[in-house]
């Protein structure tokens, strides 16, 4: 198997900042991914960014059909070249964000598919929220991220690093830690240690929730001002509209001190706000 630096080389291909590139060369680490990701041989597996191919070859031998997702044209030509002897692959030149995994999984036997890669640290946030509104479609997904980010999507109630994010993903999956990645292990190494998590799509939500747009705006207003109560937040949200009666009502309802600071409940509490805020509104 060719090294990283020497597909590079061969290509005559330097890493570029706009696309936040700096390729995983450690072998070892990207079988580890592979493994991770347990596919079978009956899986689709879409792979965001799938750069020089290294990775790429590797699930292609485990799985049914690799879609390879790279947005840099460049990489798109050396994908061509170092993957042509495995036919299961389909290379995409596409953004992630366009992409349409729905369609993806509608051509497969469960129509699920799974999602491996390394996510760009400079857009993780819009990337990670557009996989979970296409969480019917996907089982499991094994990503590589800044470890900042990794840490808040897996963090527990009461600790700075829980916030939106780790509510609105921990609502419909379940996030679990597989390793850390030193900035050694990359070329060029970038400025950041990286994580690589696995984020399984629950079959079910911890809540079953009446509204989901309601609950994610009331999950963003609850952690408006984290200093802040969570009475004080939602007073001044505009979800409750100017009587504050409603709002006292509706944490008595559902058994939540107003006094609690948002990054102190749990998403189930959170969902149990949600639904009785919509019912006593509707009424």
Do not use: W
């Amino acid at each position: 198997m060719k090294s990283i630096r020497t597909i590079l080389r061969e290509h005559d291909i330097r890493p570029r900042k706009s696309y936040g590139q700096s390729f995983l060369e450690d072998i070892n680490i990207i079988d580890k991914i592979a493994r991770a990701a347990a596919l079978k041989e009956t899986e689709t597996v879409v792979e965001i960014g799938s750069g020089l191919g290294v990775l790429t070859a590797m699930m292609a031998k485990r799985a049914a059909k690799v879609i390879a997702l790279e947005i840099d044209p460049r990489l798109v030509t050396v994908l061509e070249e170092e993957l042509q002897m495995y036919s299961n692959v389909e290379i995409v030149a596409e953004d992630v964000l366009r992409f349409d995994f729905r369609q993806a999984a509608d051509e497969t036997i469960d129509r699920k598919v799974k999602v491996v890669g390394n996510i760009p640290y400079n857009i993780s946030s819009p990337i990670i929220f557009g996989l979970m509104d296409y969480r019917d479609s996907i089982s499991e997904m094994v990503l590589m991220m800044q470890r900042e980010v990794a840490e808040r999507l897996s963090a527990v109630p009461g600790t700075k690093e829980y916030g939106i994010p780790t509510v609105l993903v921990n609502m419909y999956a379940q996030v679990s830690t597989i390793l850390d990645v030193p900035p050694t292990c990359f070329f060029p190494p970038p400025r950041v240690h990286s994580q690589v998590i696995r984020i399984s799509i629950r079959e079910r939500p911890l809540t079953e929730l009446t509204d989901e747009g309601f609950f994610t705006r009331l999950v963003k207003a609850s952690f408006a001002q984290r200093r802040k109560t969570l009475f004080n937040n939602l007073k001044g949200s505009g979800l409750f509209g100017r009587d504050i009666s409603t709002l006292e009502s509706v944490l008595s309802a559902a058994g939540i001190d107003g006094g609690r600071r948002g990054e102190t409940l749990t998403p189930e509490e959170f969902g149990r706000l949600s639904n009785i805020t919509r019912e006593l509104i509707k009424k």
